[in-house]
């Protein structure tokens, strides 16, 4: 690993600052790569006893890691107070995804992992996307409804063919162009990320019991079936539409790589039921690695020394993960 990855500092008034400087301190326990963190400098000196580092160039960490949290700094102001968001606190999340995604464009980082925004806080400050995953996409080039959301864990991976919208709007928004978008996406990601050749596919239905035939809704039928037989027809080792709920219990996820799941909740209840201390969320399709842990800011525990790592440090270990396995398997995979 020539270059370190960079670590957006997220809302400084949530608890990323803390599972950052926890990460740091379990490195050497984890195996972790190099990495630094965008952010204001400030709010991590004195976060806790972990020593802080200014640097000026990317590559500084690469030395200073083993001795000390290196920070980016690229945000003036006060440290922000824990458990008080600000609007200040805001722009230097939104300063900092900025700069760390230019970092992994321009190859000084080797990925980006992104913590924990308050979407509600970053709205106030002019941010018009519905998460970081659509904005790092459409700084990547990518257009935002294109943009991929996975939530990873150990025993599963889930994708929500869509995001941030209210459930009435999930509906009209599953066509059959968009289930086979997605089915590409997930079968791409799991060939150059994971290294699984194969990759199988699972689609959860959007109605009870998938429908139970057409009477309990029909999208099954007229959206859902065509489309995953029309993948089937072209290669792809796709099954369903499952009813979602049972699919989630262990033996049927051992039947499958990576789930597709209509909305949002479908995909994430039984993914952070199963890892929220452990899970991933990466986005799909980047000519970058980005992941995230799978929580979010946790204002009410901020500055508390309450808040788990592990999410985080699992997030590191799948982006080493992912640029390792690129190397590798990107060529398998036409774009
Ligand atoms: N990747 C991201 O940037 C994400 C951001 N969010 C944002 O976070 C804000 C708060 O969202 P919530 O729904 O409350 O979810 P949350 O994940 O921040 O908190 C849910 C519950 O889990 C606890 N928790 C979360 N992370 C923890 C950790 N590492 N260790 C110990 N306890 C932890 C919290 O204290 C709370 O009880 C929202 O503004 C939302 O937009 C939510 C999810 C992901
Ligand atoms: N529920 C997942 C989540 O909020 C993460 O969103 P993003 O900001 O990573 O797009």
Known sequence: MTKPFAISGGDPAGIGPEIICKSWLERQKYGLQPFFVVGNFLDFEGNSDVPTVKISEPAEALSKFETALPVFHIHEGDPAVAGQPSLDGAQCALHALEIAVGLAR???AAAIITAPVSKS???QVGFRYPGQTEFVSERCGIARENAVMML???SLRVIPMTTHIALKAVPPLLTQELITARAEAARKAMIRN???LQPRIAVAGLNPHAGEDGNLGTEEKTVMEPAIQRLRKDGLDI????????MFHAEARSR???ALCPYHDQALVPLKTLHFFDGVNMTLG???VRTSPDHGTAFEIAGQNKADPRSMIAAIQMAATAVENRKEHDHRVRF
């Open 106 to 108: 321009s190859g000084d």
């Open 239 to 246: 099954s369903g539409p499952l009813p979602a709920d049972t």
């Open 121 to 123: 806080q970053l709205y």
């Open 152 to 154: 990873a864990g150990p």
């Open 194 to 196: 994971f290294g699984i």
């Open 256 to 258: 499958y790589d990576v």
């Open 286 to 288: 980047l000519p970058i």
